[in-house]
């Protein structure tokens, strides 16, 4: 299984970004995606997650700004991100959790990450 990120870029401040994440392989039934980010020197954090039963999860900085969508058909989970700022700054990541049987398992995958740089 990979997961292949892209979409970001260099933007002024006010500007948006759509990221795109792609999944291919045996990835089994999708239990959720999500993206993160890590700016230089900081933790990664959550930015957006979409479970199934679409139910969604934001940070709190990045609310009413970003909106976090899937494809199940395509394998395919993406970002809008609106307004953007420079503390947005840092590289996205996307995560995918998924569920294969015989044997029952749940691994989770992440990709390798795009930047997204915001100047004021």
């Known amino acids: 299984v990979q997961l292949q990120a892209s979409g970001g870029g260099l933007v002024q401040a006010g500007e948006s970004l759509r990221l795109s994440c792609a999944a291919s392989?045996?990835?089994?039934?999708?239990?959720?995606m999500g993206w993160y980010r890590q700016a230089p020197g900081k933790s990664r954090e959550l930015v957006a997650s979409l479970a199934n039963g679409r139910s969604t999860d934001y940070a709190d900085s990045v609310k009413g700004r970003f909106i976090i969508s899937r494809d199940d058909a395509k394998k395919m989970a993406y970002l809008e991100m609106n307004s953007l700022k420079p503390e947005d700054t840092a590289v996205y990541y996307c995560?995918?959790?998924?569920?294969?049987?015989?044997?029952?398992?749940?691994?989770?995958?992440w990709g390798q990450g795009t930047q997204v740089t915001v100047s004021s």
């Open positions: 995560k995918l959790a998924t569920e294969l049987f015989k044997p029952n398992r749940r691994p989770i995958y």
């Open positions: 392989g045996n990835i089994g039934r999708i239990l959720g």
